[in-house]
T-cell receptor, first 113, second 115 residues
């Protein structure tokens, strides 16, 4: 079956530090890959996505590249801000849409001023 | 963007009682909604798919008589945890897919504690 493995948190960084949150997956076929973010007290929001190998998703300074050879979709940001403090979820869908999502366990990020 | 709300945001109940959680799409219609359960520091686990006007589709291992789902309108789905027990304590999250199907809009979740 499908599965997503995320780097365990919590992760604490100073403002302007470089961020990487690792995500690897197991799936049949060619899944679409997603990063969702959950800010305190809010629902999960789509941060970025990639639908095929070598695609790069990007949004709000965050990037992730769909690496089929390593089955990975690591999230990166060059300079984090305090406002980036949230829980980040990696997810996949193998139905060509976001209707059936398999999630990783989430990574809590705290950015200190 | 589209908004999904949940009510209540948290609830504490006694063992043996039933609890209803509402999920509403506030500015769009949703013929389908999803219900997830999340344990501390674990993934969101899909429990069931709620379908407007028809029966919900439950994932393997989820008791349909325990977790009753009703999708009575295009903007409201409810999850009722019947005869709740402490092991049902969890964080319940609903979502609705976008019209294009390229993302899901999530509610903020409901924290259920059964004493």
């Amino acid at each position: 079956g499908n599965s997503v493995t995320q780097m365990e948190g919590p992760v604490t960084l100073s403002e302007e530090a470089f961020l990487t949150i690792n995500c690897t997956y197991t799936a049949t076929g060619y899944p679409s890959l997603f990063w969702y973010v959950q800010y305190p007290g809010e629902g999960l929001q789509l941060l970025l996505k990639a639908t095929k190998a070598d695609d790069k998703g990007s949004n709000k300074g965050f990037e992730a590249t769909y690496r089929k050879e390593t089955t990975s979709f690591h999230l990166e940001k060059g300079s984090v801000q305090v406002s980036d403090s949230a829980v980040y979820f990696c997810a996949l869908s193998d139905l060509g849409s976001a209707r059936q999502l398999t999630f990783g366990s989430g990574t809590q990020l705290t950015v200190l001023p | 963007g589209a908004v999904v709300s949940q009510h209540p945001s948290w609830v504490i109940c006694k063992s043996g009682t039933s609890v209803k959680i509402e999920c509403r799409s506030l500015d769009f219609q949703a013929t389908t909604m999803f219900w997830y359960r999340q344990f501390p520091k674990q993934s969101l686990m899909l429990m069931a798919t709620s379908n407007e006007g028809s029966k919900a589709t439950y994932e393997q291992g989820v008791e349909k008589d325990k977790f009753l789902i009703n999708h009575a309108s295009l903007t409201l789905s409810t999850l009722t945890v019947t005869s709740a027990h402490p092991e049902d304590s969890s964080f319940y999250i609903c979502s609705a897919p976008s019209l294009q199907g390229d993302t899901q809009y999530f509610g903020p979740g409901t924290r259920l504690t059964v004493l």
